[in-house]
């Protein structure tokens, strides 16, 4: 008896380590863009998700408790992961961020996540762009704050909150850098634009050459880039707005060649307008050094004549863009 109670008490204790060791996984997707998602921490892949025979992605596995990133090969998904949570995920994935939910153990942590999600697509990181070094500045450290004291009310895991404060610093690290950068691309405006000469989606290669005579709107961009995404039906209605006038609109993307098949599908699945173009060496081609991006989405208008009207110019979201287009194609 006393060896069958031991026997007992070594199963229970090591069921319960299992659960902790391990974590729970289930998403249900409307409308899924694949069969497979991806549980993703940086560049590597944690786990790998397929779909059972009633569309339902669901697996345990272990994990380091911290920030992943779920995708599901054209939607990414900020995720805070932990051994012993049991995380069901819904969503329509022709809604992506609008519809993702999280429910059971840790889905607190998630849809603050969500939440935040929507909350940086309202905000107006334009107007803050548009400001001087000083309001700049100040507006950076006010949403800092803001930021802050809305994740310390929200009573969540004390990890959680630790990391996601460091992922908060550095997204304003690199919102600082960008507009350094674009400081910088204002220097650029009124100088002639260097020449690119790319291949075309439809078939044979494009230059910037081949379009002198009318204004063009660049958008330099990549399929795995959400805010690049986020564009596209605001660059679709600009296209359709503008159809007959004397701009082209060109879309040039620094993915890199082992994803060439990748941009091919999702220019044809996604119906993208206007001229689609394939950078020649990525982020090291010679117009994309030029203008010193490293960071995408970013747009460049060029005049008639081959020069740089801006080096950094207002996204389609940004009323502003039809406003200066308006004035220039009159």
């Given at each position: 008896m006393k060896n069958r109670i031991a026997l007992l008490l070594l199963v229970i204790f090591s069921s319960s380590v299992s659960a902790q060791d391990n974590m729970a996984f289930q998403a249900k997707i409307d409308n899924k863009n694949g069969d497979v998602i991806y549980i993703k921490q940086g560049n590597t892949t944690i786990k790998e998700i397929k779909a059972d025979s009633k569309g339902v992605f669901k697996s345990t596995f272990s994990v380091k408790e911290g920030m992943y990133q779920m995708?599901?090969?054209?939607?990414?998904?900020?995720?805070?992961?932990?051994?012993?949570f049991d995380l069901q995920v819904t969503l329509d994935a022709k809604a992506f961020d609008k519809t993702i939910k999280f429910a059971g153990k840790g889905a607190n942590e998630n849809n603050y996540l969500a939440q935040e999600t929507i909350l940086e697509q309202q905000f107006g990181y334009q107007n803050l762009l548009d400001s001087d070094e000083e309001g700049f500045q100040k507006g950076v450290e006010?949403?800092?704050k803001a930021d802050f004291a809305r994740l310390d009310k929200a009573g969540l895991?004390?990890?959680?909150?630790?990391?996601?404060?460091?992922g908060v610093e550095m997204n304003f690290m690199g919102l600082k850098q960008y507009y350094k950068q674009m400081s910088a691309s204002k220097k650029l405006?009124?100088?002639?634009?260097?020449?690119?000469?790319?291949?075309?989606?439809?078939?044979?290669?494009?230059?910037?050459?081949?379009?002198k005579g009318k204004y063009v709107y660049i958008d330099v961009w990549a399929t795995w880039c959400g805010p690049c995404r986020a564009e596209i039906p605001f660059l679709k209605a600009a296209e359709e707005k503008y159809h007959g006038k004397n701009i082209e609109f060109v879309s040039i993307s620094v993915d890199v060649q082992k994803d060439y098949e990748k941009w091919r599908t999702f220019v044809t699945e996604k119906g993208l307008g206007g001229i689609q173009l394939f950078a020649d060496k990525n982020w090291q081609s010679d117009f994309i050094t030029a203008f010193g991006i490293n960071s995408i989405p970013r747009f460049i208008l060029i005049d008639p004549n081959g020069i740089v009207v801006d080096a950094d110019a207002k996204r389609p979201s940004n009323p502003k863009l039809s406003e200066q287009l308006d004035s220039l194609l009159k």
């Open positions: 995708f599901d090969g054209t939607e990414y998904a900020l995720l805070f992961l932990k051994n012993g006010e949403k800092k895991d004390p990890l959680f909150v630790q990391e996601h404060k460091k405006n009124k100088s002639v634009a260097p020449n690119f000469d790319y291949e075309n989606h439809k078939g044979g290669k494009t230059s910037l050459e081949s379009m």
